[in-house]
């Protein structure tokens, strides 16, 4: 066996060695320890600081405050009023439905608040908050907050709610604002509407929606392990929407609704100057407060399934024939064209035919007018001269020069939805029906039946043509708008179209003169509003026919259902030498236009003119 003797010395050298290496890469250790040490706390302070926060910190959209509506006198229409909703936040909710059933112990929930919330809950983000419930009262708030331990995903929020303090003035006009369905979700800019739950749905509010709306704000807040904020570290303000100012005089547009009461029908009236437009009723109306933060079920079937149909704007899109309102044009037309026609009368016996055809196109006037000028004819409103002129005019000469007026076209109001009514023309029928245009069918269209359709709005603004003389201004219904409640209004200059020159510029006075006989003279058939008038008014009444009437029968309104009955119109602007003021009205099933519409003329044109517009 061999002896081994151990090497102290070389083993003691080998244990310094590997001691030296391992102090060594402690040291370093230590150093790169040291090193990244100092990056994260000094160099990258700032960069880890704010991915920290983002853990703490959450960016919330605040809504802007949409701008106000007012009247052209500042008379406010359309406000914003501070309101209490309960709102829950899915992500803090272990069971959504367990959170509803306990919160309905301690406030009335109603069926159609659950079902809007579900439907909320299924295109929201689960850390956004979504409203179970509006219009919480003082009780309903106190209750919620006696239970909030309860209820840690609940929040009682406050937020302005849009409010309309007329009720139902105006609605046709204002419209009215809504919750955003899933289909404006895809128009609407995401990022502007991330904090607002309305926007306009009808009226001016979705017209001048871009301009009401404002633009989104942000607090980056600071919340806890609950999702509570505990302050605000940034605030970026959000800009209010601009508040505008209609060229409505809410004064008037009162006395105007009031002045056609329970009837279905229209008023529009401008200033033939510069298209504005002072009042803009279309009855019945209906409150558009229903409608802002849910109108339940049974009342928008109500609204809906209703004959009178209060949510049709008959002002914007009912199209009707204009009946004898149309012979102020038709005569103008004839003067233009057929000059003669100033130096020749027709016999109205009663009836007209065309020659080879047996079918009499009968006068309302059963006895007739006698020998007729077209002074007379529209004064005292014959039929059978107006089919002659047509006759003579033929349709497409007809169509051609009203067309320069705006019948059978939209006016381009700031509104949407408007409709065009419709001017025919043997073209037109054509395209439409692949038929020939008839002869008789322009008799009608000289008396303003047939297929001739107007709205009550194009009705006012042709008229107002008239009352101008050819000046052409495109209706409006916004004449300034303010950027804030301190800062200037700015007015919108109006806007002058295509003006109608004539030949003869007398002839305008021919017109003129004979609308102002209508009511101003023994014959005419609106004579009975011109009693102690203290000024003229020029007008045209007007009666258009909703079905037909055999050749042997005769129209008696007392044996016709009431839905049957002729419609009631009557267009007019006033004075007569300078007119401030020019309406189209229509009664529907109202029957004589002389008797219904001229009657509310008055009353609407003598509040402005007289007892003034403010």
């Not at 370093?28 to 926060?53: C, G, K």
């Not at 001048?208 to 404002?214: R, W």
């Not at 009723?281 to 409150?287: A, E, F, H, I, Q």
């Not at 004819?377 to 497409?396: K, M, Q, W």
Request: positive net charge; aromatic residues 8%; glycine residues 8%.
């Amino acid at each position: 066996m061999r002896l081994t003797i151990k090497d102290h010395i070389r083993e003691s050298r080998v244990f310094n060695e590997r001691v030296t290496i391992g102090l060594a890469l402690l040291v370093i250790l230590i150093i790169v320890i040291m090193v990244r040490l100092v990056y994260l706390q000094i160099i990258s302070h700032e960069h880890f600081s704010t991915l920290a926060d983002d853990n703490r910190i959450t960016i919330t959209a605040v809504p802007p405050t949409r701008g106000l509506i007012y009247d052209r006198n500042g008379v406010l229409l359309a406000e914003n009023l501070p309101s209490y909703s309960l709102d829950i936040t899915p992500e803090r909710s272990k069971d959504i439905d367990a959170t509803i059933a306990g919160l309905s112990q301690i406030i009335t929930i109603s069926d159609n608040d659950i079902t809007r919330f579900k439907k909320l809950l299924k295109r929201k983000r689960s850390f956004i908050s979504i409203p179970l419930r509006f219009r919480l009262n003082d009780e309903e708030v106190a209750r919620i907050a006696a239970n909030r331990h309860r209820f840690p995903s609940a929040d009682v929020e406050a937020r302005l709610i849009r409010s309309y303090p007329n009720g139902s003035l105006a609605v046709h006009t204002l419209g009215y604002v809504g919750r955003i369905n899933e289909d404006e979700l895809q128009i609407l800019d995401s990022t502007n509407y991330s904090a607002t739950r309305f926007t306009g749905k009808t009226g001016i509010e979705k017209f001048y929606e871009d301009t009401l709306h404002g633009k989104v704000g942000y607090n980056h807040v600071e919340t806890n392990a609950l999702g509570r904020t505990l302050r605000t570290i940034k605030r970026i303000p959000p800009v209010p929407g601009e508040n505008i100012y209609l060229t409505i005089d809410a004064r008037l547009q009162h006395i105007a609704e009031q002045a056609l009461g329970n009837r279905r029908g229209a008023i529009v009236a401008v200033d033939p100057e510069n298209g504005d437009i002072l009042a803009f009723v279309s009855m019945p109306g209906y409150d558009p407060n229903l409608f802002v933060t849910g109108i339940d079920v049974k009342s928008y079937n109500n609204l809906r399934n209703s004959p009178d149909k209060p949510l049709f704007n008959r002002a914007l899109q009912g199209q009707y024939p204009p009946g004898s309102t149309m012979k102020p044009f038709i005569g103008l037309a004839g003067l233009e064209l057929e000059r003669k026609i100033t130096l020749t009368s027709s016999f109205c016996p009663g009836w007209f035919m065309l020659k080879g055809d047996d079918h009499k196109y009968r006068d309302w006037k059963k006895e007739g007018h006698g020998k007729t000028s077209l002074d007379k004819a529209i004064v005292e409103s014959c039929d059978v001269y107006f089919y002659n002129l047509a006759r003579i005019l033929g349709i497409d000469r007809m169509h051609h020069f009203l067309s320069q007026f705006g019948f059978g076209k939209r006016t381009g109001i700031d509104l949407i939805g408007e409709l065009a009514g419709l001017l025919p023309s043997s073209e037109w029928k054509r395209n439409k029906y692949q038929l020939p245009w008839y002869p008789g069918e322009t008799l009608i269209s000289g008396i303003g039946q047939g297929y001739t359709l107007t709205t009550p709005l194009q009705l006012a603004s042709t008229t107002a043509i008239i009352a101008t003389k050819g000046k052409r201004m495109q209706p409006r219904l916004v004449f300034a708008q303010q950027a804030t409640p301190d800062a200037e209004i700015t007015l919108l200059p109006p806007q002058e179209i295509n003006s109608v020159t004539l030949e003869k510029s007398s002839n305008w006075d021919k017109i003129i003169k004979s609308m102002t006989r209508v009511v101003h003279s023994p014959h005419g058939t609106a004579r009975t509003i011109a009693r102690k008038l203290p000024f003229k008014i020029a007008g045209k009444t007007g009666t258009a026919q909703v079905f037909g009437i055999k050749q042997d029968e005769e129209y008696d309104k007392e044996t016709v259902a009431a839905r049957l009955r002729d419609h009631s119109l009557f267009i007019a602007f006033a004075p007569a030498e300078k007119p401030k003021i020019a309406l189209a009205i229509i009664v529907e099933n109202g029957g004589s236009g002389s008797a219904v519409a001229a009657p509310i003329s008055r009353e609407i044109i003598e509040q402005y003119l007289v007892n003034g517009s403010s």
